[in-house]
């Protein structure tokens, strides 16, 4: 049988570096586009999201959308909701409106 040293089996454990701020080592990262930037990208389309559509890019519940649409409007946006002819309400951000709140977003 061989003497291994407890040295041997365990490898030396070094104390993480910090990374300084503004080093330029730091990886950069593209911005985040936030929830409601989706949501309006697909409200801007010619046909418009379904609430469905808005619930699967934004993971949120069913009243969660329609608040986010009634807090548009509040903002004075108009949010048109047209009927599909699949039988789906679509809602859609419409006209002068459309582009105020790409600004504010």
Do not use: N
Request: a positive charge; hydrophobic letters at 35%; charged letters at 25%.
């Amino acid at each position: 049988m061989t003497d291994m040293s407890s040295s041997a089996v365990t490898p030396e454990r070094t104390a993480p570096t910090k990374i300084e701020a503004g080093s330029g080592d730091a990886p950069s990262r593209a911005p985040a586009t936030s929830k409601s930037d989706c949501v309006t990208k697909l409200l801007r389309r010619a046909k418009g999201a379904t609430l469905a559509e808005l619930q699967e890019v934004t993971s949120w519940q069913p009243h969660s959308v329609r608040a986010f649409l009634s807090g548009l409007r509040k903002k004075g946006s108009a949010v048109s909701k047209e009927q599909r002819k699949s039988g789906e309400t679509a809602y859609r951000l419409a006209g002068k409106a459309a582009s105020a709140v790409a600004a504010d977003a």
